[in-house]
């Protein structure tokens, strides 16, 4: 959280404020627990406010204070949405495609929210994509300076050697500079002249994932991103949204939170497929 949004409130982080709602009632309206069980949980010093662990029950908070149960940090802002999407072959990644091709705003539509996609997934890809209306977040998940992992299944043409995979682990020359997957093994074989192989980077670069494979003499016949960060795909089926549970969404606002400076912006990169 910023500091101009602490300094609005004139009070120092980690200091009470007769301003603001009791910790309980906010931590019940965020969905942690009824008002009772929030306040078993802050009399046990379960609960930190800024860093710091409360026990009293009469502290009142702001919505841009900072607090976490048991280490995992919460969402006391109730107009934040955090969705994931499996999204299929042929979307791309916008919310409104500027040539006309079939874009994300079909699957948003219905909520009342105005959000937008974490980094992208090119058309051909499928897979984890979240969406949300919390830039800050957002910021610290797409940007690579962070290391956010995200974790593809890739169908590749042959058969991928232990060397390969050494390569893809040790760095090989783009045409846009050197990369080095943060992890790479080879699943199985798809059929005789096919391999499947999971791979594991923080890089956004456009395409990144596709033109490595390449590089190494596997061109990629199906991608799909199955993790990001935290988060896992699971279950949840092509073309299919849903909310983050409360664990996954406190999962992300840690990384957030623990994030202690933003990267130069001219760092940034694309989309990460």
Known sequence: MSSEQHGASETPPGTASDDGVRLQKLMAAAGVASGRVSENMIEAGRVEVNGEVVTELGRRVLGT???????????LDTSRRYLMLNKPVGIVSSLQDDRGRPDLQRFVSRF????FNVGRLDAQTSGLLILTNDGELAHVLAHPSFGVLKTYIAKVEGRVSPQTVAKLTGGIDLEDGPIAADKARIVGQAGARETIVEITLHSGRNRIVRRMLEEVGHPVID?????FGPLHLGTLAAGDIRDLTKAELGALLTISRTATSAPDESDAEGTGD
């Open 112 to 115: 009342e929210e105005r959000l």
């Open 223 to 227: 991608l799909v991103r199955r993790q």
């Open 65 to 75: 204070d900072l607090v976490s149960v048991d280490g995992v940090a919460i969402q």
